[in-house]
């Protein structure tokens, strides 16, 4: 496996929108000795007031800012406990917008409330859809609907939650480079293939809807070629483009190399980045699992933006939730579970 996300559903919720705070990112403001308490109830006189998170100018990042993500309760939590140097870091990732990753429980709710909340505030929703089936070859992000029938009703439910609000979609990692490379057993490519391209369809039929189906990495599926075919049989003339290094850490650079061998087999099509977490590039060296899963020494990327200065990369995105772990591996947690340890090293890393 090569990238890995945990898709236990994450509640829609419909109250996060807030105005007033200060702009870009969480602010951490003086010592108040009123931000927390002891078990007696006195407050601590080295809790700090840590401010939600506002939105990014709309020309640079169209994209919502959850304020209430993992990582901002993160950064309150930490600035109530005193622990100042920690929350700055942290801030550094609730203060940029994050892919919601919809799984398989209520997916219409979950979305409905992810777009409603961007909209509230006039932003485009990030959402990944993560629930095909035989989903990450069984690895550390197994599961997935129990069969095409399945997967299609529950598609229809998160198309139903986005509506008419703005979204942007990545669709399902791992779906085609895992055929590719072999993962996936050939007796389910074929529905894989129709299911994807119905999604495709169907994503694309709402009115305002972004979809890019994903395509792996340049360390993945290679020569870049080998893609395209996939890509077609998968829908991507219906789509916007397609999705590179989602959950993983190759280079910008690489990977609009990558993109770009991709989109002249594919006529021109457009594509995205996910640079969450490849501010150092990938590790070198090292076994397999080391390459992919929570490796050291890693670096948050660049911020998303749709000011990406190349005509065919739409935006640079914050696909993988940086802070949540790629699996249970390297004293990591299951995937998609907040590793705070972890999370300070991407920041702390960060030039």
């Not at 990545?170 to 529905?191: K, N, R, S, V």
């Not at 699992?289 to 000011?307: D, I, M, V």
Request: proline share 6%; net charge neutral; charged share 25%.
């Amino acid at each position: 496996m090569y990238r890995s996300y945990s898709g236990r559903a994450r509640r829609g919720r419909r109250a996060w929108a807030r105005t007033g705070t200060a702009a870009g990112v969480l602010l951490l403001l003086a010592a108040t000795g009123c931000g927390s308490s002891d078990e007696s109830g006195v407050p601590r006189k080295d809790a700090l007031a840590v401010q939600a998170p506002s939105q990014l100018p709309k020309s640079t990042s169209p994209y919502w800012v959850n304020p209430d993500g993992t990582a901002a309760r993160e950064a309150v939590r930490l600035g109530k406990a005193g622990k100042a140097e920690d929350a700055a870091l942290i801030a550094r990732i609730a203060g940029q917008p994050v892919a919601e990753w919809v799984g398989a429980d209520d997916p219409d709710s979950q979305t409905r409330g992810f777009t409603e909340a961007a909209t509230a505030v006039d932003r485009d929703a990030l959402l990944v859809l993560y629930n095909i089936p035989h989903r990450d070859c069984g690895q550390y992000s197994q599961g997935g609907a129990s069969d095409g029938d399945a997967y299609r009703a529950w598609l229809d439910k998160a198309a139903a939650g986005i509506g008419d609000r703005r979204a942007t979609v990545i669709l399902e990692p791992d779906a085609l480079p895992h055929m590719e490379d072999g993962c996936t057993p050939q007796q389910f490519h074929e529905e894989r293939y129709a299911l994807l391209k119905e999604a495709v369809g169907k994503l694309k039929a709402l009115p305002r809807t972004k979809v890019y189906l994903d395509a792996g990495n340049p360390s993945w599926v290679t020569p870049a070629g080998r893609m395209a075919d996939p890509l077609r049989r998968a829908g991507i003339d219906q789509a916007d483009g397609f999705a590179l290094n989602v959950s993983n850490f190759q280079t910008t650079q690489d990977s609009k190399d990558y993109g770009h061998r991709i989109s002249e087999l594919l006529g021109g099509k457009h594509f995205v980045i996910d640079t969450s977490r490849n501010g150092n590039g990938p590790l070198s060296g090292g076994d397999h699992e080391k390459t992919w899963c929570n490796p050291s020494g890693r670096a948050l990327g660049a911020p998303p933006t749709t000011r990406t200065g190349d005509a065919l990369v739409d935006a640079y995105l914050w696909v993988k939730r940086p802070g949540e772990s790629d699996g249970a591996c390297k004293g990591g947690p299951d995937a998609g579970q907040w590793w705070e340890t972890y999370a300070l090293e991407l920041a702390r890393n960060t030039r």
